[in-house]
Nanobody, 117 residues
Framework: QVQLVESGGGLVQPGGSLRLSCAAS????????MGWYRQAPGKQRELVAR?????????ADTVKGRFTIAIARDNAKDTVALQMNSLKPEDTAVYSC?????????WGQGIQVTVSS
């Protein structure tokens, strides 16, 4: 079982930056990959970025070059951060952290990110 606690998010003007963090605890040694999805009103949920256990990263085409995912590890928890730069209004969504471990998905509570002037 993996527990996820998210932080960050909020309101930012177009062109601004935000940083999301997701602290994973529990069975973190069994995590295959973790990252962030987002869902905007009226749209399907989409994968934003993920990091695989060996360090490989994947990004949605819409965020490549603007968003960066990174992981910090210690004995008790892994923390995945999503640095979001050059934000656009179309990045507005609820962002949810996930972890995939032992064929199970774990989710954070979701964080609102709003990009608006």
């Amino acid at each position: 079982q993996v527990q996820l606690v998210e932080s960050g998010g909020g309101l930012v003007q177009p062109g601004g930056s935000l940083r999301l963090s997701c602290a994973a605890s529990g069975s973190i040694s069994s995590i295959d990959h973790m990252g962030w999805y987002r869902q905007a009103p009226g749209k399907q949920r989409e994968l934003v970025a993920r990091i695989i256990s060996e360090g490989t990263t994947n990004y949605a085409d819409t965020v490549k070059g603007r968003f960066t995912i990174a992981i910090a590890r210690d004995n008790a928890k892994d923390t995945v951060a999503l640095q979001m730069n050059s934000l656009k209004p179309e990045d507005t969504a609820v962002y949810s952290c996930y972890a995939y471990a032992r064929a199970r998905w774990s989710w954070g509570q979701g964080i609102q990110v709003t990009v608006s002037s």
